[in-house]
């Protein structure tokens, strides 16, 4: 796991400084403290930052072919490299190191843009042919591995793993989007592939760009989820879905170096280790975070897992009112992000770097077994919207949701506002209305009149409205599944993940994520993932045998913080110093009075902000910072 940067002049040789460079990629030190290195001609220059994970002596980068006429720089792991290298080794390349960056430039040179297909991982990378004057970068297909990247006025191509080394550049653009406010606060991030900044952007999942002197940068996508070519029998799934996931995490324990598991006592990482202590000779590294507020805390649940499967376990109890990191939190993300299970997430990164650099985690269980209440409730909002005709639908619902209360103290099943809201919808602006940080109504109210003067009828939802003219299928749960993947999956769960292992100089791995066993897993019959309102039904019957029917078949509670009691108690100052500041009062972006009364109806009880309120936080934190 590391970081990487560089520079491409597009148009003609230009000075590429070295000192600046290695300046700015320094800043990324946090993703690889263990060695840097760089590569410098009159086209390129290539910067790399070092995790040693695996081939510790051998695997310095940049890394070259046999007659160094190829560079490449490399974030993430390749974890079908043996086979790859054995193959290519048949084919007559030469092997200099046992790392498995080695493999990409020998797979260039065999089989060009299409190597990236072949590449079974988590990775970001840049590759440099001096033969051809192309520069090749690519990202994995769910995104696990960031990559960030704008062309200057120069005309030069930038790229790095953090936004901060593409900021610290002088002849960036550093201009805010205008959009980006309105994108995150629907989302609670900035999804791909736009970034807070005008001119800087992420290279999206899946996508790759192939750039050579005079030409433009045009991502092209070499991976999507396609449709399920047959539906798997509820046998098949049974008989098979272990065995695939044992393959998944198997090839994730090839490691140097010492290697865990996070255990929340949840059913995924539950699944995790469970599976590891049957594939390791040696007792599982596992670690957990414990909370000392009950409704906060799954610690009893995790040291059950840890007592039946007799791992090593390391269990660190947290105040939820461990609120130190906040402030941090805009260093570690760049741009406004706003899950607030970061805080958690950082410190049982920061609990397992104690002791492991690789840690494996249960990521990815719920999008792709259909694991989150909403996935439950989108099918019941699905069956009622194909019942009634849109014409009809639109005003009834439309005039409840608008009339209805909101019942923010309520117990969840009356709260009928944002079910009416959606029912009055199509399935995108359904899906949408509960992904929402903030919903389009409240975002009006948000925002100031010039704000959306500014936006002239932009809605982040476009973003949406974009990926689902290309859903794969007509299958209710598999096109909220695809739209998960698309955004929230890399936007907020693998952003939060790899930004907070990596402030940790920890590598994190999700088995449940390998895109092979996706793809499977995408062929499940939707009847058998949520049965009889059970999510994640047939994940969770064929883990009987392995995990305990009080972790599986529990509410979820999830890796959640108290932030409604906090704004009415710690934090309270903090709203009052940050969000009603005068930076954001001058901002531009909201209706003052708006967040006047937002503030004053949470802290009074009247409603429950909470949600909005931290991202308001969030917010006023990167604004500072401009």
């Given amino acids: 796991m590391c970081g990487i940067s560089g520079v491409f002049n597009l148009h003609q040789p230009h000075v590429i400084e070295p000192t600046l460079i290695k300046s700015i990629n320094r800043l990324q030190q946090h993703r690889g403290p263990d060695d840097e290195g760089y590569y410098f001609d009159d086209y390129a220059a290539l910067a790399h930052r070092r995790l040693s994970i695996i081939d510790l002596a051998g695997g310095h980068q940049p890394l070259f072919n046999e007659d160094n006429s190829i560079v490449v720089v490399f974030n993430g792991e390749i974890y079908n490299f043996r086979e790859l290298a054995a193959e290519l080794a048949a084919l007559g ?104 900044y005008q001119q800087i952007f992420k290279l999206q999942p899946g996508f790759s760009v192939l750039l050579e002197p005079g030409s433009r940068v045009s991502p092209r996508q070499y991976w999507d989820l396609q449709a399920p070519q047959q539906t798997l029998s509820w046998k098949e799934t049974q008989q098979t879905l272990i065995d695939k996931l044992k393959e998944a995490i198997d090839i994730r324990l090839i490691a140097d170096v010492p290697l865990g598991a996070f255990l929340s006592g949840g059913v995924d990482s539950s699944a995790i280790v469970s599976l590891m202590a049957e594939l390791q000779n040696t007792p599982v590294n596992t670690c957990a975070i414990g909370f000392d507020e009950q409704d906060y805390d799954e610690s009893d649940y995790a040291r059950q897992i840890a007592e039946r499967y007799q791992t090593q376990h390391l269990q660190q109890i947290v105040s939820p009112h461990d609120i130190s990191l906040i402030e941090q939190l805009c260093d570690i993300y760049d741009e406004p992000y706003a899950d607030s299970s970061a805080l958690p997430t950082f410190r049982v990164c920061q609990l397992a770097s104690q002791r492991v650099k690789v840690a494996l985690s249960g990521d990815g269980g719920d999008e792709i077994f259909g694991g989150y209440r909403r996935h439950r409730m989108h099918l019941a909002e699905e069956k009622l919207r194909s019942a009634i005709p849109h014409k009809i639908r639109k005003p009834l619902f439309g005039s409840l949701g608008h009339l209805y209360p909101k019942a923010d103290w309520a117990p969840r099943h009356f709260r009928a506002k944002t079910t009416f809201q959606s029912l009055a919808m199509d399935m995108v602006e359904g899906y949408a209305n509960s992904v929402s940080k903030l919903r389009t109504d409240e975002r009006q109210n948000l925002f100031s009149q010039q704000y959306r003067h500014q936006l002239n009828g932009y809605n982040g939802i476009e973003i949406l409205h974009q990926h689902a003219r290309h859903l794969p299928s007509d299958d209710p749960l598999k096109q909220i599944q695809y739209l998960d993947i698309k955004t929230w999956l890399p936007g907020d769960i693998l952003t939060k993940v790899d930004r907070a292992s990596m402030a940790n100089s920890l590598e994190v791995r999700a088995p449940l994520l390998d895109h092979e066993f996706v793809e499977w897993a995408f062929c499940i019959d939707s009847r058998d993932n949520i049965r009889r309102n059970e999510g994640k039904y047939a994940f969770k019957k064929s883990l009987e045998s392995h995990v305990s029917n009080d972790i599986l078949y529990r509410p979820k509670m999830g890796f959640s913080m108290p932030i409604s009691h906090w704004f009415r108690t710690s934090l309270q100052p903090n709203l009052h110093k940050h969000v009603l500041s005068e930076s954001m009062f001058d901002s531009g972006f909201f209706n003052v009075d708006w967040l006047k009364k937002m503030v004053h109806d949470h802290q009074h009880g009247y409603r429950d902000h909470g949600a909005s309120l931290w991202c308001l936080l969030m917010f006023s934190q990167f604004m500072v910072r401009q």
């Fill in 93 to 196: 390349h030469e092997f200099r190191t046992l790392s498995d960056t080695e493999v990409i430039v020998h797979a260039w040179e065999a089989w060009g843009e299409a190597c990236i297909k072949r590449f079974r991982g988590m990775f970001a990378f840049a590759l440099w042919d001096t033969n051809t004057r192309q520069l090749f970068i690519g990202r994995d297909r769910l995104g696990k591995k960031p990559l960030f990247y704008t062309v200057t006025r120069q005309g030069q191509f930038l790229f790095a793993s953090e936004l901060k080394v593409l900021l610290a550049h002088p002849d960036v653009d550093k201009h805010l989007r205008p959009e980006m406010a309105e994108e995150f606060f629907m989302y609670g991030y900035i999804p791909e592939p736009f970034s807070a």
